[in-house]
């Protein structure tokens, strides 16, 4: 990568916290960072305050600030927390490793250090898998409802597969950064406020190609995403696009009525939330009510 090119991208990564305010939120944010285990700075975002909180997992290679609709919205109510995953967003670009139990490890050590007890858990995208094979693993205690917004969870048909040529995409630096402005646009229908799309093409540019490639290459049969969401006896709230109905219809068959809510948002891309963001508060909103007030 051309190393002004680069330093540019560091600087506007790094400036974009002070320019929060330019978005018109009503609530204050705060940024905060930590080391893992493995000593990889993490940076996330908290908006909000209280025992009751919300924990944002953005998709591959997506930054924390792709949720700002949310922070504004939900913050009222809950305290919202996002995390920018290893390599992504405000948080360190690292060649340590980047395999699923790492990743769900950090996880784990965010919600630590951040302090957090009940929870309601939402993954987009990749952070769906990531947050299901996170709750397998270390079947969180303060665990209360779940959100899985537009992404498989191995039910029914599997998804189209990847172009055969997405490694040498990824691995041809003109190819792939054509790729990931294309990819960054295409996550929604309708314009998304400049700053947020400016802070995800950031995000979705600074990841080394084998980062890239290896995270979409998950090393689980459709069945692990399947057999773990049907284990958890939480309330799951299912935000999807057409393309997942056959999945939601048969998550609906499976669960029991108050243990499963589909919403669906056909008037939007792949970054819903965004797109139809009123619409996914109020979801997000009544949802996370019910889930925290059921008895454990």
């Known amino acids: 990568m051309n190393r002004l090119k680069r330093l540019a991208r560091i600087l506007s990564i ?16 705060q940024h905060h ?14 908006a909000g305050r209280g025992d009751k909180t919300i924990v944002l997992i953005p998709g591959w290679l997506m930054p924390a600030a792709v949720f700002e609709k949310q922070f504004e919205a939900l913050s009222n109510s809950y305290r919202v927390l996002a995390l920018d995953p290893r390599s992504q967003g405000l948080s360190e670009v690292t060649k340590r490793s980047h395999a699923p139990k790492r990743r769900i490890q950090d996880i784990a050590e965010f919600l630590k250090a951040a302090q957090v007890k009940d929870f309601v858990l939402a993954g987009w995208s990749l952070g769906v ?50 790729y990931m402005r294309t990819f960054s646009q295409d996550i929604y229908r309708k314009p998304p406020p400049p700053l947020v799309a400016q802070a995800v093409l950031d995000s979705a540019l600074q990841a080394a190609p084998d980062v890239a490639i290896q995270l979409l290459n998950q090393p689980y049969p459709r069945t692990y995403w399947s057999e773990t969401l049907q284990k958890q006896q939480i309330p799951v709230l299912y935000a999807i696009r057409p393309w997942l109905k056959e999945q939601g219809d048969a998550l609906q068959k499976k669960r029991a009525r108050d243990l499963i809510t589909v919403e669906m948002f056909d008037q939007a891309g792949h970054a819903l939330f965004v797109d139809e963001a009123e619409s996914f508060n109020q979801a997000v909103l009544k949802f996370s009510q019910q889930a925290f007030a059921r008895k454990q």
Do not use: C
Not at 33 to 46: C, N, P, Q, W
Not at 149 to 177: C, H, L, W, Y
């Open 14 to 29: 790094a400036l974009w916290p002070a320019l929060w305010p330019a978005l018109g939120l009503t609530a204050p944010v």
């Open 33 to 46: 960072t930590f080391k893992t285990s493995d000593g990889v700075r993490l940076h996330y975002i908290e």
């Open 129 to 178: 898998l990531e947050s299901l094979d996170y709750i397998a693993n270390y079947k969180p205690k303060g665990l209360r409802g779940l959100i899985l917004i537009d992404n498989s969870v191995g039910e029914g048909r599997p998804p189209a597969s990847r172009r055969s040529n997405f490694a040498q995409t990824m691995n041809d630096p003109v190819k792939r950064e054509q």
